[in-house]
């Protein structure tokens, strides 16, 4: 690497009792980038952030801020600044008091103290806020407020735990259009932790998906979610199919799998074996139809209105577990629940991924992933 | 209905007669009720007796709310900071002492002050008051810190505070009303302690003390007016520590409806 990463997590393990929170993490976050720390509740994501922050020293491994090892570094001489959960603004003090804190303490007074409070405050596009409480402020104000009592600082690196997590979903989307701006206009590198995985893929550089304090794959958000490196990737990030497969022969970056009594040809990566592998299987590719039309067989199970299609689940004669499918109104339907109907979809758009190999559990069970939020 | 309101009149009858014959024109302490008049509170303020006691309990109570404020906030913050397997312990043993009866803290003190040679004075009592006084503010200040959001100290240190400021900028601001109000019952808890004192007082006198010792010579309507006393600023700092509990309660309600009004809009 030629230029020195803004932040680096060298090997960083924390242990809680006997209970491994993070598995010697290894991340390199550059300047003005936009990460996102995805996973479900218990993941070590917080923690990594907490550890980041300063709030939690790590068992093992190393924090590096521009080359400057920070580990043993207490939180308030850490040149980071973060974002709390339920913004954490300090009910005694208004809004201009709580944005001057860091300035304050950092002996930053006058007119400098004037001018960047100033335009933090049109940063997040609250000028005239300035001398209201923080029980005086809706919950997607106070967060902006939170975003600019941290952004004044110009920390080298802006910490969010889950930011808009305890907003409702309008004004988390609102919220969500905001952050993109924010980043944009500041530069500034933020590290986002999330367990909404459309948040990651909406806000996001580069995503790092987490499982039970290990990095289960780095990459760009469309990456992520049509290259999941791992079931438990393509389960938590869109929600796919997962479906037990066995490659029968590999040929020129394509693989032949036999799914139930079914033969497929599907791309494949140079990772693939002949053997038991994982189809990945995005809803949104998966067609119903009413039956002769091909395909698998199945009986739909259940089935939702979304607005622009319908949403199923459907049981597959040779498939353990029901297969999900997101189908537009144009492609066809709507079906009931105990329709008898066909399952289809392009080859071209599933993914083989290896199975096991690691030692961990192959596939994450339903009801781990069931945990989330 | 019946039953609460005999109730209330059993309780507060006999106050009420008490307060009543503080005013009373004439010397005589059971009724008929003759008229009004501030003879007995002229008498009773004009006795040296009486205003020795009156400023030795207020003394000891100064000191002793002021000792249990400091000593107290230190103990409560430091336990709140600790590691959980620790405070349930800690706490506990901070907190036993109120369930010990008056009797045994006072012989016992009276006891170890005779061991260790101490004369009987306002220290002692002072000392004893703090022993008695200590868990009541520990237990209500430490309900005060364990309530307060750790994220917003943890905001505080991590904008750049260190740990003195971050207490000082962010966490007394936020507990102050309750650690006032438990100061203010100290004072009052102090103020009206019969029995420890009896035991650990010197040569002096305390309001309590002197009304105890009035009562076993004449009985005139000064005890009425010194107990109306007594009972006027107890209530005074009880109604001044509920006004601070009040204060803290409603900012804190108010604090937490917004997020949750918000979320669940």
Known sequence: MSAQARLSLEGVTHRFGKVTALDSVNLAIEEGELVTLLGPSGCGKTTLLRIIAGFVLPTEGRVVVEGQDVTGVPPHKRPVNMVFQRAALFPHLDVRANIAFGLQVAGIRGTEADERIAEALRLVRLEGFEQRRAHELSGGQMQRVALARALVNRPRVLLLDEPLSALDLKIRLEMEVELRRLHRETGATFVYVTHDQREALALSDRIVVFDQGRIEQIGAPNEIYHEPASPFAARFVGDANVIAAEVVSIESGTAVVTVGEHQLTVPCGSNIAVGDAWLVLRPEVVRLSTPSGGGFSGIVLDAAFRGTGHSYRVKVDGLADPVKAEMAAEHGGPFGVGDTVSVLWASSACRVIPRGGDGRPAAPSLERLGGVG | ?265
Not at chain 2, 119 to 146: C, G, Q
């Open chain 2, 1 to 265: 209905m019946v039953v609460t309101l005999v109730a209330l009149v059993f309780l507060y009858l006999p106050l009420a007669v008490v307060v009543l014959f503080s005013f009373h024109a004439t010397g005589a302490l059971s009724f008929p009720f003759t008229g009004f008049s501030l003879r007995w509170y002229e008498q009773t303020f004009s006795s040296q007796e009486f205003r020795d006691a009156l400023w030795n309990s207020t003394l000891i109570a100064l000191s002793v709310s002021t000792l249990t404020l400091v000593m107290g906030t230190m103990a409560a913050y430091g336990l709140s900071r600790s590691r959980p397997a620790l405070r349930a312990p800690l706490a506990a043993l901070f907190f036993l002492p109120i369930t010990l009866p008056g009797l045994f803290v006072g012989i016992s003190l009276l006891v170890y002050f005779a061991r260790l040679d101490i004369k009987l004075s306002f220290s002692t009592v002072a000392i004893a008051h703090f022993v008695y006084v200590f868990p009541y503010f520990f237990l209500i200040a430490t309900a005060a810190l364990d309530r307060l959001d750790p994220a917003l100290e943890e905001a505080a240190s991590d904008l750049g505070a260190s740990p003195g400021t971050v207490f000082r900028k962010v966490t007394m601001p936020q507990v102050w009303p309750v650690l006032a109000a438990a100061t203010a019952l100290s004072f009052a808890l102090s103020f009206d302690e019969f029995i420890i004192t009896f035991f650990v007082i010197g040569p002096d006198s305390t309001l309590p003390m002197f009304i105890f010792s009035k009562l076993r010579r004449t009985v005139d309507p000064s005890i009425n007016v010194v107990s109306t006393l007594l009972m006027a600023i107890t209530l005074a700092l009880w109604a001044l520590a509920f006004v601070f509990v009040l204060r803290a309660a409603r900012g804190r309600a108010r604090r937490a409806d917004t997020f949750l009004l918000e979320a669940s809009a």
